[in-house]
């Protein structure tokens, strides 16, 4: 269990020196029982209490990273179990499997699909995280030509090299040097072997057990051979596995600090042959707990499905997603075009910019910091008012862009056009319709 | 160190609702654990999903899920007879689009009329939807609730703007009940406590948290399903117990993923997958959240949806 300030406090030199920062020893130690200070920032503990508060004030998670660099993907450190208690920390990465079994040509494209995987959604840049390159040959020679064309497609992506032979894992290691790759495929029978080659690669490893239990010895095991970073593969490979095997490690890592568990997860979503079976798999994955998701295919529908939900199931339950306030060009609006406003929820921005282009009518849309509320909670909660619209559009000077002063505002806050038109003068208001899906033929009609 | 398996167990448990009658009836709910945590409690109920059916064709469903039903969508009885026989539904969802003033403002006695006859023709539990516009609701609502005297079938949806009306139209029939409310727990909560303060058995209600599409406010519903069947189970709350639906196809087949060619955005893929991937991934996720029932649309995305169901109860290794 997680140490309390008190009991921390007990461990702590007790001179109040202030080195720390804290005006107390005390003080410091509630802050590090609440995990908002590091244990270094004293430089005077002792050694002994240095290993105790080093194992307690660890996150119930380790961090690890996978991959190295601008492409690095941060994993651990989740601290809840469901997303409504806070906001969940690290979103998964999606690893897409290369075999060695396939022709070289073959492996290049699927490389090269998940290396262009990339796409901006609501702000934010998403794709396919790493390349997850097995071993099914069981060939070392084989596997050696599939890292070494990963290393020269893909550079920059992360990469989880499977296998479990000790031989072929050290030479292909060999292609990731400074990357932090995962070696993964440590079982009953190779661990000594494997801890040794993810050492001396500075790799993480990845372990492949057959069920918790002997999960629970293999990291154990681990760790006395001196590996620190890990990820857990229980071994489950159904839905029903996943979601319990997630849940136990998940729970046992938060609820009881229990540190064999305290790794990230790797889940495997793979169905051959059934890529929509897969994605559904890969989203209880993404929803129950995973940090690595391997997956078997990477089909650009498949991959906006994914990434969407991640981004949806990993947003801040209290800060909504929101867009930057500004005035946004759709098409090439002229000085003639409409101009509306709404507000800064991604949601809101994202369905009404799409019927935009939709109507295909070049518009200006204005979009208006409102914390990333909606148009109706942002009104029910004043911060979408006549007064703030007023001042945006003054201050954003688009006036000047525009041959006509004329605000068109949602149908749904129709209520405040008088009092815009007062706020704002010479502009005349103009109220749309209630739904975006609306907005096509409101434009057109006005087109016309 | 040993490992001893974390388990949560819980004073509360869902009502097991039953829908339609004979051997095609269907029992949702029933577990005391979160959904599919069969592994630490009781999951007795499966969850079922209903094909959408509506009482005019779907000229605004997009091609991909139009085409699926283009020889049978011109006749709601013809339509709900494919679902049952050919795709084998669980369940029929009728939803009375027709019946919306914008949209062909059908009567609710010809609205009855079609009720009657979907139920002679098919055995599955029927689902009765309005039109989701609240006053016209109230009396299509009435009259198809008379139309399933007897039937136990399903009818809904009850708001706040209407509830009252349309709970005692279900409960002079003999029909279970949808309560839905506006993605808050506590509006949720509220609309079932003035229901059942109407008489109404909260054993026969099934709530409506709001549905949502995955990236368009999927995360809402998602967490306040969470935290309804949380509540329901760990606090023992109830008014919470009532089994949840998700109406997946209706928000899902109208939001631009659905719809916008590949052409347009080469970025997103092929268009049909999609569709059926946007629709089978919002619905999955609803299950894993705490849906029991689902409504939705395209046969790929449901039969996805059921292998999905059917892997919680496999080991494969
Ligand atoms: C989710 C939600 C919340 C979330 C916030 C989500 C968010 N980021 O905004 C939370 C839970 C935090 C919340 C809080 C509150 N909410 Co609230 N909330 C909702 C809910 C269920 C959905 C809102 C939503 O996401 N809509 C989707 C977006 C895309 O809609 P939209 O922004 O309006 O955009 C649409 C249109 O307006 C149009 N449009 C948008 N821009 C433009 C521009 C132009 C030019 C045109 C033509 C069209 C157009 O297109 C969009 C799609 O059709 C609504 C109920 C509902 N069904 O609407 C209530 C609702 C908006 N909330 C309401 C209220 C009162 C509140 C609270 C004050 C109290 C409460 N009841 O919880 C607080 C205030 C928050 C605060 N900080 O103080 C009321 C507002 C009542 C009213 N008529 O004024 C509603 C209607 C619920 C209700 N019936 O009581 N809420
Ligand atoms: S630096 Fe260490 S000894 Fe000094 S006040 Fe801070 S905690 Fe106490």
Not at chain 1, 65 to 94: T, W
Not at chain 1, 360 to 370: E, G, Q, T, Y
Not at chain 2, 43 to 71: L, M, R
Not at chain 2, 72 to 91: H, I, M, R
């Amino acid at each position: 269990m997680a140490l309390t300030g008190v009991e921390i406090f007990k461990l702590l030199p007790k001179t109040n020196c202030k080195k720390c920062g804290q005006p107390t020893c005390l003080a410091f130690a509630m802050k590090l029982a609440q995990r908002q200070v590091s244990l270094d920032q004293c430089p005077d503990v002792s050694e002994e209490a240095k290993q105790k508060l080093g194992e307690a004030s660890a996150p119930p998670i380790r961090p690890v990273s996978l991959g190295a660099g601008a492409k690095a993907v941060k994993m651990g450190e989740e601290m809840v179990l469901f997303r409504h208690e806070k906001k969940f920390v690290n979103p998964c990465a999606f690893a897409v499997e290369i075999k060695d079994t396939l022709s070289a040509a073959d492996a290049a494209r699927k490389i090269e699909e998940a290396a262009a995987s990339e796409i901006d959604r609501v702000g934010q840049k998403l794709r396919v995280d790493a390349l997850f390159l097995s071993n099914d040959s069981g060939d070392a020679a084989k596997f050696l030509e599939l890292a070494k064309l990963a290393a020269a497609r893909a550079p920059e992506m992360p990469v989880i090299v499977s296998t479990t032979s000790p031989d072929a894992a050290e030479a292909s290691l060999g292609q990731f040097a400074g990357k932090k790759a995962v070696l993964y495929g440590a079982n009953a029978g190779n661990l000594q072997a494997m801890a040794e080659k993810a050492k001396a690669a500075k790799a993480t490893l990845g372990i492949a057990a057959k069920d918790i239990d002997e999960l629970c010895e293999l990291t154990e095991k681990a760790k006395a051979l001196g590996i620190e970073d890990m990820v857990l593969d229980s071994g489950a490979r159904s839905a029903g596995e996943i979601l319990r095997d997630n849940t136990y490690i998940r729970r046992a890592a938060l609820k009881k600090n229990f540190k064999p568990l305290g790794y990230p997860v790797i889940t495997f979503a793979n169905r051959p042959g059934d890529t929509l079976l897969e994605a559904l798999v890969a989203g209880l994955a993404v929803e129950k707990y995973a940090s690595i998701v391997v997956l078997g295919t990477a089909e650009k529908w498949k991959n906006l499905a994914l990434f969407s939900l991640r981004q949806n199931i990993y947003t801040d339950p209290q800060v909504p997603m929101q867009v930057q306030q500004k005035i946004y060009k759709i098409g090439e609006p002229g000085p003639k075009a409409p101009f509306m406003i709404t507000t800064n929820f991604s949601l809101t921005y994202f369905i009404v910019s799409g019927e935009v282009e939709n109507s295909k009518v070049p518009c200006r849309l204005a979009v208006m910091d409102s914390e990333g509320l909606s148009v109706l909670t942002a009104w029910a909660a004043g911060k979408f008012t006549a007064s703030k619209i007023a001042q945006f559009i003054t201050e954003s000077g688009v006036e000047g862009e525009l041959e006509q002063k004329e605000l068109i505002i949602p149908g749904y806050v129709a209520i405040l056009s008088g009092a815009i038109e007062d706020k704002l003068a010479g502009w005349k208001i103009t109220v749309g319709p209630r739904e975006a899906n609306g907005i096509p033929a409101f434009l057109k009609a006005r087109a016309v | 160190m040993p490992f001893t398996p974390p388990k949560d167990s819980f004073s509360g448990k869902i009502f097991e609702v039953g829908i339609g009658r004979g051997e095609k009836a269907v029992t949702i709910g029933g577990e005391n654990v979160m959904p599919f945590h069969g592994f630490e409690g009781s999951a007795p109920g499966k969850p079922a999903v209903a094909f959408e059916v509506q009482d005019i064709p779907p000229d605004d469903w997009p091609d991909t899920v139009k085409e699926v039903f283009k020889d049978v969508s011109g006749d709601p009885v013809t339509w709900a007879s494919y679902c049952q026989d050919s795709l084998g539904a669980d369940a029929i969802a009728l939803r009375l689009a027709g019946t919306h003033p914008d949209r062909g403002d059908i009567s609710a006695e010809q609205a009855a009329e079609t009720v009657k006859k979907v139920l002679d023709a098919v055995k599955v539990p029927l689902i009765i939807l309005g039109s989701n516009h609240a006053e016209k609701d109230t009396a299509v609502l009435v009259r198809a609730a008379e139309a399933a005297k007897g039937t136990n079938s399903v009818i809904g949806k009850a708001q706040e703007a209407n509830y009252k009306t349309i709970a005692a139209a279900a409960m002079a029939n003999g029909l279970k009940l949808i309560a839905m409310s506006e993605l808050d727990i506590n509006l949720s909560k509220q609309l079932n406590i003035l229901i059942t303060q109407m008489g109404f058995d909260k054993e026969k209600l099934i709530t409506d948290p709001m549905c949502s599409a995955l990236s368009y406010g999927l995360e809402y519903t998602y967490s306040v399903m969470e935290r309804i069947k949380q509540a329901a189970l760990a606090q023992n709350d109830a008014v919470l117990q009532p089994p949840m639906l998700a109406d997946v196809g209706m928000y899902v087949w109208k939001v631009k993923e659905t719809q916008a060619a590949e052409a347009d955005l080469p970025e997103w893929g092929e268009l049909a997958g999609r569709g059926i991937a946007w629709e089978a991934v919002t619905a999955s996720s609803f299950l894993i959240s705490g849906a029991e029932l689902l409504i939705m649309r395209h046969p790929a995305a449901v039969s996805a949806v059921k292998k999905f169901i059917a892997e919680f109860s496999m080991e494969v290794r």
